[in-house]
Each structure stands twice: as C-alpha cells, then as structure tokens.
C-alpha cells in the first residue's frame, strides 16, 4: 500500500444520518436528542450541561457565547452555523462536521475529537488546547491566532488553512505535514520538530521564528 493510500484510510468517517428527522431542540441538563433536523433558531447566550446530540444535521443555528459542558455529538452536522466564542470545554465528538461555521473564539479544550471534519470554517482564536484528537481534517478554514497547545493527536490532516500566528507549543509535530497551509509566524516547540513536513518558504519562517540565522 502507498503512503497516500495508507494515510487516506485514516481520513475522517463521515457521519451516519437518519433519513428522517425530528425538530424539537433545546438547551437543559441531562437531555439527549436523536435524529434532529433544526434551521434557523438562536441559542446563544445560554448554557447546559452533559446534553447529548445524536444523528442530526444543524444549519444556520447561532450559538454565540453560549456554554455546554461536557457535550456529547456524534454523526452530526453542523452547517453554516454560528459558534463564535462557543465554550464546550470537555467535550466529545464522534464523526462530526463543521461546514461553513464561524468558530471565532470558540472553545474546544480539553475535549476528545474523533473522526470530525472542519471544512470552509472561520475559526481564528479558537481553541484546541489539551484536545485529544484522531482521523481530524480541516480543509481552507482560517485558524490564525489559534491554540492547539498541548494537543495530542493521531492522524491530523491540515489542508490549504490559514495558521499565522497558531500556537503549536508543547505539541508533538512528527508526521505533521504543514506544507499546503500559510502561515506568516507560527509558534513551535523546537525540541518537536523531528520529521515535521513544511516548505522551502514555510522551513525559512520557522528558522526565523526560532532565531536561526540562514546565510
């Protein structure tokens, strides 16, 4: 098997949706939800905690500034929604898309992401702090000023975003490659580097950024 093959196999799940849908939708304590389909409705400023969201496909839903401990999502869509400063520390996701969101400030830390796709996204200071996270893909979203800082990972795919100014620091970064995403300045741990994939540009700015000097 080549090694495009090998890491293709390893490409986030798509989810698992039913073909038909409820609408009912809210945010309590201790709710699960199964095969929803919602549009169009605000959330924001709200809070819940160890809902659970299953099965279900969210489009243009805002959610600004809104709190959900301990979340549970798995096959779900999230589309062209609005999650900006989002906080859902702790939380799992399990074969979810993010397509079109804003995510600007939203939280992720400390969370568990398995099988989850970010595509198109707006997600500048987001964070990904202390996440662990395996078969993940973000495709042309902007993660400028993003935190993945302690992050643990397995099959991490980074394809065409935008990562100036993305902190990376204490986070092993073999097997990463980097080379089809811009960057201006990116902050890594040096001691981390090993088998790290960028290009000629790209190896230029982090020597800059590490004080080497190139003659």
Same mark, same amino acid.
């Given at each position: 098997?080549?090694?495009?093959?090998?890491?293709?196999?390893?490409?986030?799940?798509?989810?698992?949706?039913?073909?038909?849908?409820?609408?009912?939708?809210?945010?309590?304590?201790? %709710?699960? /939800? *199964?095969?929803?389909?919602?549009?169009? &409705? $605000?959330?924001?400023?709200? !809070?819940?905690?160890?809902?659970?969201?299953?099965?279900?496909?969210?489009?243009?839903?805002?959610?600004?500034?809104?709190?959900?401990?301990?979340?549970?999502?798995?096959? %779900?869509? /999230? *589309?062209?929604?609005?999650?900006?400063? &989002? $906080?859902?520390?702790?939380? !799992?996701?399990?074969?979810?898309?993010?397509d079109q969101c804003k995510l600007t400030g939203t939280n992720f830390a400390e969370s568990y992401l398995r099988d989850c796709r970010f595509t198109n996204?707006?997600?500048?200071?987001?964070?990904?702090?202390?996440?662990?996270?395996?078969?993940?893909?973000?495709?042309?979203?902007?993660?400028?000023?993003?935190?993945?800082?302690?992050?643990?990972?397995?099959?991490?795919?980074?394809?065409?975003?935008?990562?100036?100014?993305?902190?990376?620091?204490?986070?092993?970064?073999?097997?990463?490659?980097?080379?089809?995403?811009?960057?201006?300045?990116?902050?890594?741990?040096?001691?981390?580097?090993?088998?790290?994939?960028?290009?000629?540009?790209?190896?230029?700015?982090?020597?800059?950024?590490?004080?080497?000097?190139?003659?």
């Amino acid at each position: 098997m080549s090694k495009k093959a090998n890491l293709d196999k390893h490409r986030p799940a798509p989810p698992n949706l039913p073909t038909q849908f409820t609408e009912d939708f809210y945010l309590e304590d201790e %709710v699960t /939800f *199964e095969g929803i389909k919602i549009e169009d &409705l $605000d959330y924001s400023y709200l !809070s819940a905690r160890n809902l659970m969201l299953k099965g279900s496909h969210l489009k243009k839903i805002t959610m600004q500034r809104t709190r959900l401990e301990r979340v549970e999502c798995s096959n %779900v869509v /999230f *589309e062209k929604c609005d999650l900006s400063n &989002l $906080d859902w520390i702790g939380g !799992s996701f399990h074969q979810v898309v993010f397509d079109q969101c804003k995510l600007t400030g939203t939280n992720f830390a400390e969370s568990y992401l398995r099988d989850c796709r970010f595509t198109n996204c707006i997600a500048n200071f987001a964070s990904f702090s202390a996440t662990n996270v395996k078969n993940v893909q973000f495709d042309n979203c902007q993660l400028n000023d993003s935190e993945f800082f302690e992050a643990t990972w397995k099959h991490l795919f980074l394809e065409n975003n935008e990562l100036t100014n993305s902190n990376w620091m204490n986070t092993t970064m073999s097997g990463l490659d980097l080379s089809t995403n811009e960057f201006e300045r990116i902050i890594l741990s040096q001691d981390r580097l090993r088998n790290l994939t960028v290009n000629q540009e790209q190896a230029l700015t982090i020597a800059a950024g590490l004080g080497i000097k190139i003659v």
